[in-house]
């Protein structure tokens, strides 16, 4: 996974080829696959390696434990490759199962992703319990903070979503979606849930 993490696209490509070839069904090679081809627009070919990922990591016995990759960023990435088909029930499954991990470093991240999946299907009520989750997880992650700053002016809680716009801009510095929700505040604009950071940008780099 090196070479995918260092944006070598092609060296990645005949790395993942390599250990396919010697092992059709190793997790860490069709993830890599899968992402290659997402990240290419290959969607239908990306979901099946996604697909054939998910259902290799389960069979444990056949590797040794300091071998087998967490199925939580092939969900989180899954998901990613859904919610830009706008399969948002499909990718809110996934993301479901993604934020069940405990022990996933990225499990807020996961949270945040899956209200935005949320939203899309009018679950206004469950994206707040994802996001109250991810503060109490990672109070001090800027992109929960956003999520929230967004998601109290979206439900015309001014305060609230000033007090944490406040809170992401000390982190954060100043961004262009800060930016949006900042102007948003001082026009008293009509804020939409689909202005949140959508779960299409943060794909794991395994």
Do not use: K, W
Not at 18 to 25: E, I, K, S, T, Y
Not at 86 to 95: D, G, S
Not at 106 to 135: I, K, M, P, W, Y
Request: aromatic share 6%; hydrophobic share 35%; proline share 5%.
């Amino acid at each position: 996974m090196g070479y995918l993490g260092q944006g070598e696209s092609d060296r990645a490509r005949q790395a993942f080829e390599r250990a396919l070839d010697q092992d059709p069904h190793d997790p860490t090679a069709l993830h890599g696959i899968a992402l290659l081809e997402h990240r290419a627009g290959n969607d239908e070919i990306a979901e099946r390696y996604y697909q054939r990922t998910l259902l290799e990591l389960p069979r444990r016995d056949q590797r040794s434990a300091d071998e087998i990759p967490s199925e939580t960023p092939v969900r989180n990435n899954y998901a990613a490759l859904l919610y830009e088909e706008q399969r948002y029930t499909e990718a809110c499954e996934q993301l479901e199962r993604a934020a069940g991990d405990t022990a996933y470093a990225g499990r807020a991240r996961v949270l945040v992703n899956l209200s935005q999946c949320q939203l899309h299907l009018g679950e206004t009520a469950a994206a707040r319990a994802s996001l109250n989750l991810a503060e109490r997880i990672a109070p001090d992650q800027p992109t929960v903070l956003l999520a929230l700053a967004y998601l109290d002016y979206a439900e015309r809680d001014m305060g609230a979503s000033r007090a944490r716009l406040t809170q992401y801009e000390r982190l954060a510095g100043l961004t262009r979606e800060g930016r949006a929700l900042h102007e948003a505040l001082e026009n008293t604009a009509d804020a939409s849930p689909n202005t949140l950071e959508p779960a299409s940008s943060a794909i794991d780099q395994p």
